[in-house]
């Protein structure tokens, strides 16, 4: 989200620009998750040599048909390679083989959603379009007194079903990563 928006938008092509942008949402509404999607398209295609076997859907081809900046996405692709290396020499790496964690198609946008909400804390508790001071006093009490440093907090859940089975879903989805959280329900959050 550091880089300029991947997206073009030529001026007689906007419907189809846009067309474009919500195919690769895959029905998120999300930003982040369409820059996520068109980039693991992009890497695959370069992890494989796709791009290189095929006259017709080159690098720049295939930029031009999904209205895919290409200078954006070869700066995009750079910044996860540097982070990579920066994390492997900080000894965190990606786990390979039997060990590591498969979520199902379902639970993935979930697991990905809350990390986000996470990485952007405490921004989520900015006011005003100004982007005003964070109001401490509000982000404890709309995350009901927990420490907002170490809590997510997830709301507008149906009211006419019972909080608890969603309680259990969400510790079951990520008790991988963290096996000891609390998982509480209150009404709608």
Request: glycine share 6%.
């Amino acid at each position: 989200m550091s880089l300029k928006n991947m997206f073009s938008c030529p001026f007689l092509q906007r419907m189809n620009a846009y067309i474009s942008k919500l195919t690769w949402a895959d029905g998120s509404c999300s930003d982040m998750f369409c820059f996520l999607n068109a980039y693991k398209v992009y890497e695959e295609a370069h992890r494989t040599g796709r791009f290189k076997r095929s006259v017709n859907l080159g690098e720049r081809n295939w930029a031009n048909c999904f209205f895919i900046q290409l200078n954006t996405m070869k700066d995009l692709k750079s910044l996860v390679d540097e982070l990579k290396t920066r994390l492997k020499n900080l000894g965190i790496e990606e786990i390979l083989g039997h060990d590591r964690v498969h979520w199902a198609e379902e639970e993935l946008p979930l697991v990905l959603k809350v990390v986000i909400a996470g990485a952007y804390y405490p921004n989520y508790f900015v006011r005003g379009a100004s982007g005003g001071q964070i109001d401490e006093q509000e982000a404890v009490k709309q995350v009901m007194g927990r420490d907002p440093y170490s809590t997510v907090y997830l709301s507008n859940f149906p009211m006419n079903q019972p909080g608890e089975l969603y309680a259990q879903s969400i510790k079951r989805v990520l008790n991988v990563c963290a096996p000891k959280m609390q998982v509480f329900f209150d009404g709608s959050r």
